[in-house]
Structure formats: C-alpha cells, structure tokens
C-alpha cells in the first residue's frame, strides 16, 4: 500500500517510512503478484517473476534475498502505527479518507495474496505477522478519522479502524461480491457515513469529499 488514488492529490501515509528500497520492493511484488497469482509459490520461476518486474534474475535479487522474501514482503516490511502514520497538512482528513479507501480496496487482493504464499511456504499461517500487516491498515484509517473527526476520541478511532479493515477483509475474503472493488469500497463508505456524520461531520462535506468533488 504505498500509492494513493490517481484523481486528486495522492496520500502517502507510510511516508515517513519511504526510502527508496522500501518504495521500491512493494513496487516489485505488485509486478510480481500476477505470477504467484497464477502459478503459487512454488510453480512461479525467479526467471518468470523478474521478466515480471522487467528485471533479470540477478537485478531481482539485488533488491530480495530470496524468492521467499519478495513472496511475503507484504507481511515483513517496515510497519506505521498511530504516532507515524504521516497526515498530509494540505489536504482534507476526509478527502484523504475517500484516498485511503481506494488505497485499502486496491490493494487487499495482493496483501492476501502475501498470506496464501507465506502458508504455502510455511505449512501453515502466522497469525502474528498476518495480524502485522493488516493492523497498519487500521492504524492509518484510525488516525484519518481522529483528524477528520477529533471529537470522536482515539479509542473510538481505533475501533472505527479495526471495523473498517474487518469488513474490507472479509469481503474480499468472502468472494460473494460480483463486483468486489465497488462492493468494498460502498462497505467502507457507509461505515464511516453511520459513524462519523451523526455527530461529528457535516453530512453534505462528508458526501462531497467521499465523492471526490472538494470541499
């Protein structure tokens, strides 16, 4: 999750965290995920995953170790929690929700796709790492909402975070949906709607801002 939407201004919460080899590898595995997609772990080729990445096999391996670590780099990169997640000063804490929304839609495919290839690779799942890299994601909606809503107080953000992020997981989880990304992305939506509008945010700016149009 390192790109923001392509409408507007992009977020970039882990930007504290955005050196080069950071920014870099996620960018590799997102080229690579097609081919783990359709061959698993095993069936896919460090030939096949660096054509992938337009690199050769030994340009692949300057940036991972082994074949294993690109496959669950997802589960090992560098983490943010609530004191690092980076809020952009110049843009709307909501807008910068609809953002992370597309950002957290987007990208939930290949973050399970990370999981299934450390299962296959470990015979079985590491609930700590999985619970990892999926918990930034709640810290990055929970510290939005805070800013966009700083009434709601932190431990309401968190939970709000946390229920974001199990609904996006479970429906992408689920498979029910036959159109996942709209489906996930009207899920999250509403969720934020029934939480922060009641209270804490003017229903006609939370409308304008989830639909992209400004403040």
């Known amino acids: 999750m390192t790109d923001g939407t392509a409408r507007g201004p992009r977020i970039r919460p882990w930007r504290r965290l955005g050196s080069e080899l950071y920014q ?3 960018e590799l595995f997102f080229l690579a995920a097609p081919v783990f997609e359709r061959h698993g772990y095993r069936g896919a080729t460090v030939r096949a995953l660096a054509h992938a990445c337009h690199l050769s096999p030994a340009g692949l391996y300057h940036w991972f170790e082994s074949k294993a670590a690109l496959a669950t ?4 990169a560098p983490r943010v929690g609530w004191e690092t997640v980076y809020v952009d000063p110049d843009l709307d804490p909501l807008d910068q929700l609809r953002q992370m929304i597309e950002l957290a839609v987007g990208h939930i495919r290949v973050y399970l796709l990370a999981i299934r290839l450390h299962e296959e690779i ?3 799942r590491d609930e700590h790492a999985v619970a990892a890299a999926l918990r930034q994601g709640e810290a990055v909606f929970a510290r939005l909402v805070h800013e966009a809503a700083p009434r709601l107080g932190r431990s309401a953000a968190v939970a709000l975070g946390r229920d974001l992020m199990a609904s996006l997981v479970g429906s992408a989880v689920a498979g029910l949906d036959p159109d996942p990304p709209a489906a996930q992305r009207a899920r999250l939506t509403a969720l934020l ?8 945010v003017e229903a006609a700016a939370f409308d304008r801002a ?6």
């Open 122 to 124: 470990e015979g079985a």
């Open 73 to 76: 780099y997802p589960l090992d």
């Open 210 to 215: 989830m639909a992209g149009d400004g403040r």
């Open 193 to 200: 709607r029934d939480r922060l509008v009641p209270a804490h």
């Open 24 to 26: 870099r590898r996620y």
